[in-house]
Every structure is written in C-alpha cells, then in structure tokens.
C-alpha cells in the first residue's frame, strides 16, 4: 500500500496533535530481506522523515526528499492484520525512532503478539517493546561528499558527519534489546572503521556483542550493483569473522517498490 500520493511533500515531519498518526511513506508485505531473518514473510511500515542522509540511501522518498500520509496508529495496524499469514512486523524507514507514536505503535503490535523488528540507525534510543533492534551505524563512507550529493546542494554533509555515530545511544540499543549490528560496506576500506567503532562500542557497556551479531551488507540497489560488491564483501566476512548478509530483495526483486 502506498500512501505517498496526497499530502504536500513539504509538510512537517514531526506529530502536530495528540492524535496518534505516523508519517507513513509504504506498508507491504514481502521477504524480510537482511539479516539473521531473511526470508521470513513479514510487514514493512515504512516512517518517512530521517536524521541523516545517506548518499546511498535506498529510501529516498523517506530521507532526501520525503514523502508520506498521515496514518492513524489504527489504520496502520488494521493494515498489518490485512495480510494475515505475517507474525513478523519490521518498523523501518527512514529513520523510524524520530518519531514519538512509533513507542506506542510497537507496544499496539506488541500487545496483539507479532514480533518486532526495528531498523534503524541507531543515533536515537527509545524505550520500546522491540524484539529485534536491526542497527545500521553509518560509517564515513555514507557522508554525501559534494561529488556524491544526491541533490546537489551540499547541505547534509556535514550534519550527517556530526550526528551519524552516537555511542551512548548505539550502547544503550545494544544493552536494551537483541540486536545487531548491520554494515553497509562500499568497500575494503570500511572495515578499519568497524573494527574501530565496535571496539568503541564494546568498551561502553558491558553487554557481550558476539561477531556472529555483527553483520556485513554489500552496498547496492540493483541486481547488477550486487554483482559487483556481493563477492567482495562475503570474502571481507570470511577475513575478518563477521557474518554476511544478503540483500534478498534486491536479488529477487531487484528492489522494486514494495518489496
Ligand atoms: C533505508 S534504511 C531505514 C532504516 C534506518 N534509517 C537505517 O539506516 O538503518 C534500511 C536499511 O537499508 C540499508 N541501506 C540503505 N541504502 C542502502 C544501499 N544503497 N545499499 C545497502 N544497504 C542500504 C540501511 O543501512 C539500513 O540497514
Ligand atoms: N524485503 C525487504 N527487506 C528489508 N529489510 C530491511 C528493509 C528496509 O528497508 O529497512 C527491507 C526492505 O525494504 N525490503
Ligand atoms: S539513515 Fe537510513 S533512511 Fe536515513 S538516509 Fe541513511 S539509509 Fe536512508
Ligand atoms: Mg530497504
């Protein structure tokens, strides 16, 4: 279900009333598609809004230039119920924890027994009946760089540079929930940066982040970009003792909306 197509693009982001609604830019049912999940059936609710900008960013229309409607927590939920063979929900984005009602969304689907995934960033910690917190931190090599700005304009790189790592709230996610930690890598050249973040990470709490929960995910959108980094990012896997993922999707589907 898209739910792009009437409001002002331009309009606020942020919950303006006491109303429970999202800014809701897709919900579909489809393959989870990354991760220790992948290929369980599950519903996608994808927020828009997010805090950075990724360069590479798969959702677009949720980050660079977003686009949504206004879904009451009710209609939402009415949607998941829809597709009636899924026990997996999979809240994600955009970046899914700027928003206050996602809390009370994930304690509605809580309540009505689904499990839960959250995919995010892991800039912001929130307190929330999440059985799966899928983190994303971004490394340097997400930073749109003028030659890499989607829009040109050069104005997200450096808030994107200042807010993409936050250790407190990454330590907090991994204290808080079962969790992961996915990598998007464009090449060799991140894996210094990981290792020194999760060495940052490890040395702020005290919960035991196993290599098997860290995860490795080739950058890429289509079939055809996969091809040229799913090879290169499994063998980085197997030098450095991470776990791959796939983009089931994109290999499916070749990431076409709505899947
Ligand atoms: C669109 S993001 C939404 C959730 C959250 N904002 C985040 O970044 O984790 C969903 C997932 O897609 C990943 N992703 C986005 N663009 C990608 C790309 N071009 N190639 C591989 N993974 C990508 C993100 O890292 C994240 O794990
Ligand atoms: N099939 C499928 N699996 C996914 N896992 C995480 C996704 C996301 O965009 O967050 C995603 C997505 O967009 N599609
Ligand atoms: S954090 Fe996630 S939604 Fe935001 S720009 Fe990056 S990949 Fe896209
Ligand atoms: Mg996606």
Redesign the pocket.
Known sequence: MPVNSTLDPESPIAETSDAAMLPINECFYSLQG?GTLAGIPSVFIRTSG?N?R?W????YH??WEPTHGQLSLEDIVAEVKSHEMAEHVVL?????LIHDHSVELLERLNELGYHTTV????TIYRDAPIDLA???P?LASSTPTPEKDPKGDREWSDRHEERRIDIDALARLVESYDSQL?F?VTGEDDLPEIEDLLARIRDATATTIPDSDILL?????TREQLDDSRNIVADLAMEYGYRYTP?LHVDLWNDAPAT
């Open positions: 990354e997010c950075l990724c590479f960013c798969d959702s949720t980050s994600t984005g955009g970046e899914p995919e995010t960033n892991g899928r983190i994303s971004k996915k998007v995910m080739p950058e890429g959108t983009r």
